[in-house]
């Protein structure tokens, strides 16, 4: 196991970054409240000019690597479309993916394709439809309810799963790496007291173990995709592992930069409270933190766990 990133993956995360900059980065969230369309139009534009339908994260471990990175660098700038669903569709099949739990079914920016494919935590798919408008709510504008359309689920789809919630780790690592750089830059450009906050030892304090988390996160990242990519179905363990390791990363980091930006940080002036805002659905759907606790102790005891570390003889990985 190699976990350096390969130099494709590294490659088209560069131009993915360098494309939504030009469309305006995290900008193009802020733009999206006033003009919905932008994300049907000039951001699915710029997506489809990557070639993310030609990307298969299903094929190897280069190509997942790609769809890590590229759904990392989205969510740097919490690009307001269902990138993650998008790039687990195909050119032989456009139809997004999401993830799924216990009704009522919503999914963020829902609205923008008549059908989905779902895919539950215990590996069942269905098929569903936008059942309703978008929210609208301002830490939700457009999460959209959909409904079931076949009813049959079925199963079988532990690789599917696994992806999905290895995807949707890289795009919430993204969001932190994001968050951090806004409150590193803050501390060292606000002044108070006659010197910058970067100068104070609290701050130097938090933003470290903050970096450390992130890096760490990152590292789980990148085990688990090469998991994924040489053992999908059995992989489920780690896949959940590391989606419950980017919400309990992400959250605090997030708070941490708000804090450190004082009352500014709930001023949509600021970069990071357009972040914080719309970051808000990929945190808590479809489970919170809590929930996503039990069902990986649930696969736990189901199936052990494999980690980036030798375990002792006789143990499976499994909490006693």
Do not use: N
């Not at 006033?34 to 190509?63: M, Y």
Request: hydrophobic share 50%.
């Amino acid at each position: 196991m190699d976990l350096a990133l390969p130099e494709v993956a590294a490659q088209f995360a560069h131009a993915a970054d360098r494309a939504l900059a030009a469309l305006g980065g995290l900008e193009v969230a802020r733009r999206a409240e006033a003009d919905p369309a932008i994300r049907a139009g000039a951001l699915k534009d710029t997506l489809d000019a990557l070639g993310v339908l030609d990307l298969d994260p299903r094929a190897d471990l280069d190509s997942a690597a790609m769809a890590a990175e590229l759904v990392r660098v989205c969510g740097r700038c919490v690009v307001p479309f269902p990138i993650v669903g998008y790039v687990m569709a195909t050119a032989g099949d456009p139809t997004p993916w999401a993830l799924a739990s216990a009704p009522p079914l919503r999914v963020d920016h829902g609205d923008l394709f008549d059908r989905w494919h779902i895919c539950d935590f215990d590996a069942r798919r269905t098929e569903a439809t936008p059942s309703g408008r978008p929210l609208a709510s301002r830490l939700a504008p457009f999460t959209t309810p959909l409904a079931q359309t076949r009813t049959e689920a079925s199963e079988g789809h532990g690789s599917e799963v696994a992806l999905l919630c290895t995807l949707w780790a890289s795009y919430m690592l993204g969001v932190a790496e994001r968050a951090l750089e806004l409150a590193i830059a803050h501390v060292k450009g606000r002044v108070q007291f006659g010197r910058p906050l970067s100068e104070l030892q609290s701050v130097r304090f938090e933003i470290a173990d903050a970096t450390v988390a992130v890096d760490g996160l990152r590292e789980v990242i990148r085990f688990t995709l090469w998991r994924v990519a040489t053992d999908g179905a059995a992989a489920k363990s780690d896949a959940f592992a590391a989606r419950l390791a980017a919400q309990d990363v992400a959250q605090p980091v997030l708070r941490l930069a708000q804090q450190l930006h004082g009352a500014a940080g709930l001023c949509d002036e600021y970069a990071i409270s357009v972040l914080v805002r719309h970051f808000q659905p990929a945190l808590r759907l479809p489970v919170d933190s809590d929930a996503m606790s039990d069902i990986l102790f649930g696969a736990l005891q189901e199936g052990g766990f494999s980690t980036l570390f030798p375990l002792r003889a006789g143990d499976t990985g499994v909490p006693g």
